[in-house]
């Protein structure tokens, strides 16, 4: 019986196979844009560490951090162990290079940028897209060219991943995070969540990417130079069967957020709000989502009560720009609140707007293809394309953000772009009596 056993134990270990190699890398912002946290996978545990520095080949800084075993939600329970580490006191306007992993396996080498120390005098520019996926991700080659010739200073993905991140006992997710790490290891690649994340309640999300803040990444804020950028979790209000708790906790966390980003030394510093979440208030698309019904749940709150709806917040706050995603095309509103469009004025809709320009760009590719337009187009509407594609968003300074569309399918033609022109970043309520 024990020479039984021995040999089992004797021949399980001639099979048993070391996932000790990195893969998935990726970078995200810590606390603030000049901490970097880089994160990645290994299938066998191992400690975390990354050697980096300003020195191609010498990389003379040594940082650890935590390993975090993920067990999939799947029927294979598949585990896989998630490295995160904190690179901080990072010197602003250098180039660094780093690998990651220990001493049982190390990454290639990547590098990373960090910005400026006057980030006042800082023009970030991003790419912004959602609803990207392991199949069909047409966008993202063009998208690993252009972060390879160091042109964005972060990605945003606002929403939906892979198709779906816990498909085939994640193994979809572990896919999806090899492609985008050729991206992801070079820029931030910041993100929320999408309907496609909710299964396992949202823990394939949850453990694969490392946002700021103690929210496991479902909603949270960082200033980039002139913006302050907020992240929203759309899906707390349409998963209930994960309970109401999360969608009250958001919204009193984005008002005392908004309030913070506000007052008036905050806004001087980081004028432009910009928020980002997955579902919608608006759409024109020719589908039943619910960003075409009258009263969404994200603009005006859950159904009958109304409570917790975002948009007469944001009209609050002076919100100036809304990201969105989920619909699988490109829209862009005139300045609207609660279905009233308020132009700064008929020549220049856009320059000193009455209220927040919302932009819908999920159209980067998945595998559900994308979604054509109502063939009326409603008088909120100002442009709508389904080519697959991302936007491209450069705040210039205090007063002036450029935006752009790119057409994958027309080559990396720019096909829409605006000037948001504020001189005054201030709460829209307070313009109400200039409609
Ligand atoms: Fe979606």
Redesign the pocket.
């Known amino acids: 019986m024990l020479l039984t056993a021995l040999l089992v134990l004797s021949l399980s270990r001639c099979f048993a196979t070391n996932y000790f190699q990195p893969e998935q890398i990726h970078l995200s912002y810590g606390a603030s844009i000049y901490d970097i946290v880089v994160t990645w996978t290994t299938y066998s545990d191992c400690k975390s560490t990354v050697e980096y520095g300003i020195d191609e080949y010498e990389r003379p800084l040594k940082a650890h951090g935590s390993t975090t075993k993920f067990i999939d939600g799947g029927p294979e329970r598949r585990v896989m162990y998630i490295h995160r580490v904190l690179l901080n006191n990072l010197t602003s306007s250098s180039k660094y290079f780093y690998h990651c992993g220990s001493d049982l396996g190390w990454s290639a080498l990547f590098w990373f940028t960090t910005p400026p120390k006057d980030e006042s005098k800082w023009s970030p520019h991003l790419a912004i897209y959602?609803?990207m996926g392991n199949e069909n991700a047409q966008s993202l080659a063009r998208l690993q060219d252009e972060v390879q010739r160091n042109i964005y200073d972060a990605i945003i993905h606002v929403?939906?991943f892979a198709y779906d991140m816990d498909s085939d006992n994640a193994r979809v997710g572990d896919e999806f995070m090899r492609q985008i790490e050729t991206v992801a290891a070079y820029v931030p690649y910041m993100t929320c969540p999408?309907?496609?994340e909710q299964t396992y309640n949202f823990s394939n999300y949850r453990a694969r990417f490392s946002m700021p803040g103690d929210t496991e990444g479902l909603w949270y804020s960082f200033d980039m130079g002139p913006i302050h950028f907020v992240a929203l979790s759309t899906e707390v209000y349409y998963n209930f069967n994960y309970g109401m708790k999360q969608l009250v906790k958001q919204y009193y966390w984005l008002e005392e957020d908004l309030k913070r980003a506000s007052e008036p030394d905050n806004r001087k510093k980081h004028p432009w709000i910009i928020t980002y979440g997955?579902?919608p208030m608006y759409c024109s698309n020719n589908d039943f989502d619910d960003c075409r019904q009258h009263s969404t749940f994200v603009r005006s709150g859950i159904p009958f009560l109304k409570w917790f709806g975002l948009e007469e917040m944001f009209h609050r706050y002076g919100v100036d720009l809304s990201i969105w995603?989920?619909e699988h095309s490109y829209e862009r509103l005139w300045p609207v609140y609660d279905y009233r469009v308020l132009n700064g004025s008929i020549s220049q809709p856009y320059q000193n707007p009455k209220a927040t320009v919302h932009i819908i760009t999920?159209s980067a590719g998945c595998s559900e293809r994308t979604d054509p337009f109502t063939p009326i187009k409603p008088e909120w509407s100002a442009f709508r394309n389904s080519d697959y594609g991302y936007t491209k968003v450069k705040a210039w300074n205090d007063t002036h953000l450029y935006l752009e569309q790119v057409s994958d399918d027309q080559d990396g033609k720019v096909i829409d772009s605006i000037w948001l022109v504020r001189e005054r970043h201030e709460a829209f309520d307070n313009l109400d009596h200039l409609d």
């Open positions: 959602g609803d929403g939906d999408g309907n496609h997955h579902r995603a989920h999920g």
